[in-house]
């Protein structure tokens, strides 16, 4: 099994930052990809980014020029920097996982999520 703990979520104006990061502990060999997920209210939730093991990254269109995708394996971490933050990025965002020879469009684990809002 795997757990993952969100932080770093907030209240932001438009236009600011922040950083999330997601913890990951366990079998944690066992994960290839780990990605972010954000749902707003009344919406689906929707995948925003990810990235391999071995650091290949992949942003939503709605995303990319703004977020960026990092991981620290030997801290079993990764990390959504956010910037330029817009009002309609206001969701909960979750961290996801998914194991090898899975796909992060179907995560195996997810996190229990963090809030982050953005103030016009």
């Known amino acids: 099994q795997v757990q993952l703990v969100e932080s770093g979520g907030g209240l932001v104006q438009a236009g600011g930052s922040l950083r999330l990061s997601c913890a990951a502990s366990?079998?944690?060999?066992?994960?290839?990809?780990i990605g972010w997920y954000r749902q707003a209210p009344g919406k689906q939730r929707d995948w925003v980014a990810s990235i391999s093991r071995s650091g290949n990254t992949n942003l939503a269109d709605s995303v990319k020029g703004r977020f960026t995708i990092s991981r620290d394996n030997r801290k079993n971490t990764v990390y959504l920097q956010m910037h330029s933050l817009k009002p309609e990025d206001t969701a909960v965002y979750y961290c996801a996982a998914a194991r090898y020879g899975g796909s992060i469009d179907r995560p195996d684990y997810w996190g229990q999520g963090t809030q982050v809002t953005v103030s016009s």
């Open positions: 366990g079998s944690t060999s066992s994960i290839n990809a």
